[in-house]
């Protein structure tokens, strides 16, 4: 659509040699049975590959998972199950409403094992497997994480682990950032990125037309023959949750040397639940014993201290300066 085709290419042909040298990955090859693009009616009413759960609305220029209404929950789902290895999913959405200061609650992509089932995450199933990337709008006061919302996040689930509103579901979130991607005029992009046990999340929101590294993760273990899907879920605050579009790409290996191993009965699973990153981690009480913490205060102190006096012969000279200037 907008993306200028050269723009991207280039894009990936740098990134691709940072973070991952040896792959050369192709845009050429959209996976038609992945992708849910305009016009979304086939023949009959029905859309091709596509599935519709709860409040979902199709209309000729987006897919509303959820209007602007209290308690809603829809979601679209692929029905062919995912066989290729490495793939990028481009979704263009819009999130928006006429809430200024309370909205919510956000939407998420899926690639899970169980597709089309209604829950409590986001509009779709707890405790899944596979991985998650959400959009929350909402902060909810309770979270540890006083990070900024809109914030992108992902998670990755072998069916035991719970997603916790109440925190945001910080302590399982394998990366995350902020994203200022509601209520604005430029089309919205995420980015969804799985090559060699890596993840990549970024989104396109200023415009721009190209892509900004939300985060990366490696040692994300994800089995193939799972289903693509977004949901999207309002509670007391709500927006319009639209999908405009979704492509789904073959990301090809420049190299033909790849072990093809059969990952079909891989279980979903992550080595890093928490990679370095800009938000402040859950106090871990245990970790700091109590010399630790009184150490780490008197350096606090120190720290305050010394900034205070610093600052204050900072302005005392600035003022001399100013006298001296002024007469
Ligand atoms: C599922 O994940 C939990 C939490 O990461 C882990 O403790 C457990 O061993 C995993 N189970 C399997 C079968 O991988
Ligand atoms: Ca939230």
């Not at 709860?54 to 809603?72: C, E, H, K, P």
């Not at 302590?171 to 980015?191: A, E, M, P």
């Not at 009480?285 to 205070?308: N, R």
């Amino acid at each position: 659509m907008a993306f200028n085709f050269f723009l991207s290419l280039t894009l990936v042909i740098s990134l691709s040699t940072e973070v991952l040298p040896e792959v050369l990955e192709s845009h050429e090859y959209l996976k038609r049975e992945h992708s849910l693009i305009r016009p979304y009616l086939g023949t009959g009413t029905s859309v091709p590959y596509w599935d519709f759960l709860g409040n979902t609305m199709v209309t000729s220029n987006f897919v509303r998972l959820t209007a602007d209404v209290q308690s809603q929950k829809g979601a679209v789902w692929n029905k062919v199950p995912c066989n290729v290895r490495y793939w990028e999913v481009q979704l263009q959405f819009k999130v928006h409403g006429s809430g200024k200061d309370l909205f919510g609650d956000g939407f998420a992509f899926w690639y899970v094992k169980d597709p089309m089932r209604l829950g409590d995450v986001f509009g779709s199933m707890d405790y899944f497997n596979g991985l998650v990337v959400i959009a929350d709008t909402y902060s909810n006061h309770n979270a540890a994480h006083k990070h900024g919302h809109p914030y992108v996040s992902a998670m990755v689930n072998n069916g035991t682990l719970h997603y916790d509103h109440d925190r945001d579901g910080t302590h399982t979130q394998l990366g995350g950032c902020v994203s200022k991607f509601r209520n604005i005029n430029f089309d919205t992009y995420l980015s969804i990125r799985y090559i060699r046990d890596t993840l990549e999340v970024r989104t396109s929101i200023d415009g721009g037309q190209t892509y900004t590294g939300c985060f990366t993760v490696v040692g994300v273990a994800l089995p193939t023959g799972y289903y693509f899907g977004v949901s999207a879920v309002t509670g007391d605050l709500s927006d319009n949750h639209d999908v405009i579009a979704i492509k789904t790409y073959d990301l090809v290996p420049l190299e033909g040397a790849e072990v093809l191993e059969d990952r079909s009965h891989l279980v979903p699973s992550a080595l890093n639940f928490e990679a370095p990153r800009d938000h402040v981690d859950d106090p871990k009480p245990s970790m700091l014993t109590g010399w630790k913490k009184i150490a780490l205060l008197v350096i606090g102190i120190a720290g305050i201290s010394g900034a205070v006096i610093i600052g204050g012969l900072m302005y005392a000279k600035q003022k001399e300066n100013q006298r001296k200037r002024f007469y």
